[in-house]
């Protein structure tokens, strides 16, 4: 992303920022607007490939490093890299996350003739249930563990990745609507938690867009699947979001002139999904 590209620009040429889930579709867009506004910035993601390709597109205030999120050892490691490169981390990202089909039902409801030829909730994998959490949970708790550390004595921010499932729990997805409420409640309780050490968190709650993860969900053959419709038809503005439209809010609360009192809140950028009731 380039500078003339951004909704507008704040001044981050003083932070050194780790973006975990750096590979994916809308934390890469979120880590090349930093570096467009002067961070350095860190990429970490399970998938090698993906974050050197981020990495060679944004240019040398880009480090990828290949990271599992799940594994302190690897975390610590990564903290070790990032310092010796640009220094201490005082930025922070939580952008790994994601679902799983073993956690998702077939069924939008129970109904007691349901087909036994469905995925119904009472099918769904304890394996999945867990992959889902550690994916979104305890990536995020081991990940703030290794990086806070760094900013309890020189302050710090931190953004996590929340959804509108943490405020309206969607269909099909129990597992996934589960872990966002965590990620919400977490950010809040690390605000508290932080706030004497002068780290602000909060989280954005991105409402529906098309990533590789749900792209199947939303479209088939390259046409609208009946939840397309369903989603669009309770979103008041109609559309599905770009990634252009999060990093407004992304900029706002990397800012601590343009956000420096707001701590422990979660943005929605949703269409308005969030506010509409159906009626």
């Known amino acids: 992303m380039k500078p003339s590209e951004l909704p507008f620009s704040v001044d981050l040429s003083d932070k050194v920022a780790v ?23 860190a990429l970490l993601d399970i998938n090698e490939a993906a974050v050197r390709e981020v990495a060679a597109s944004i240019g040398e205030r880009a480090l990828p490093i290949r990271t599992d999120c799940l594994s302190k050892e690897d975390l ?11 220094g201490p981390v005082n930025f922070l990202i939580n952008g790994a996350g994601g679902n799983n089909p073993r956690a998702t039902c077939d069924n939008e409801t129970m109904t007691p003739d349901c087909s036994e030829d469905i995925k119904s909730f009472f099918g769904l994998e304890e394996a999945g249930l867990r ?31 929340s959804s509108m499932n943490a405020f309206r729990p969607l269909t099909k997805i129990p597992a996934y609507s589960a872990a966002k409420a965590g990620i919400s409640n977490f950010t809040q309780w690390l605000a508290v938690h932080f706030a004497p050490c002068g780290i602000r968190v909060n989280a954005i709650a991105p409402g529906f867009f098309v990533t590789n993860q ?3 969900l939303l ?16 979103t008041p503005q109609a559309r599905f979001g770009e990634v252009s439209d999060l990093i407004g809010s992304l900029l706002f609360l990397a800012s601590d002139k343009a956000s420096g009192f707001v701590t422990g809140t979660v943005i929605p950028v949703d269409g308005g999904f969030n506010a509409y009731s159906g009626v």
């Open 19 to 41: 973006v975990t889930g750096a590979g994916g579709v809308l934390m890469r867009e979120f880590a090349a607007a930093l570096a467009a506004c002067g961070a350095r910035v």
């Open 76 to 86: 610590l490691a990564a903290r070790k890299r990032v310092n010796e490169t640009f």
């Open 131 to 161: 992959f889902v959490f550690d994916l979104n949970i305890t990536s995020a708790f081991l990940t703030t563990q290794v990086f806070a550390e760094q900013m309890v004595k020189t302050g710090g921010n931190i953004i996590n990745i």
């Open 214 to 216: 749900n792209r199947d």
């Open 219 to 234: 479209f088939h053959d390259g046409e609208p699947t009946p939840r397309t419709h369903k989603i669009l038809g309770h």
